[in-house]
């Protein structure tokens, strides 16, 4: 290699490096905010969209949609939603997720409000969606606790099904592990998983927004306790695994995955 030319590449790569330094500058700019919380609410909508709208579309179309599809289509779509835009907002989809990260220290706890409303606002109108279309009640996507089961029961499992969940997420999430691909296949499979032995009792909702869409447009809160007191709890157990297994939180590769690092440039070195 010529002088000249590894001067050239040095100056492109110290550009390339000014450019994403920039880029990520901006994007942490708190009058960009507007980004991750679109990037929410689209993400909790398409989530939800599937999530409520199976048993919607069950109801509408009988016998159609059966619960093993029910349950692993939520996994599959919280996968690609993950692909398709986890760096620029986390891809949080979920209250208790966004808190569970600030608790480890990896996301600010000034953006937990205007994640968890946004995420609750996404859940509401893919539930009012579905209504619309297949007028069909939103109470046939929520989530309720099976008949001749207390919703302390149900509360426990959705406990419980979220403390892997949250795990799943906070560890993929870490300089410990990989992310992007592995944290969609491994959070999106461990969604598939439990709903697939666990709905049964609760619904395996694990997730508060999830269940409040679909309750907010049937306008019927009677169990919505189960599933925000459950989740909530098992991410905090999470949290505290966590630190047990892994240490405090803050790690560059953790608060990247958790607060998004979207940069305005997508040129290679030396383009």
Known sequence: MSPR????DSNSMSRHERDIHEGVKNFANARQEWRRLFSELL?????VLVAAGAGMMNEAFPGTIGRSAA???PGLMVMAIIMFMGH???AHLNPVVTIA???RGDFLWRRVPGYITIQLVGATLASLVVHVVLNVSAFYGSNYP???HSGAAAMWMEMVLTMGLVSVILGTASGAQNVGALAAIGVGGYIALAGLWASPLSGASMNPARTFGPDLVATNFTDFWVYAVGPLVGAIVAVAVAAVLRGRGGDTIAVDAAAG?????????GA
């Open 71 to 73: 349950v692993v289509a």
């Open 88 to 90: 620029v907002s986390g």
């Open 261 to 269: 690092t979207l940069s305005n440039n997508a040129n290679p070195p």
């Open 101 to 103: 990260f600030a608790l």
């Open 146 to 148: 099976a008949s001749g």
């Open 43 to 47: 993400g909790t909508f398409f989530l």
């Open 5 to 8: 030319q590894g001067a050239l």
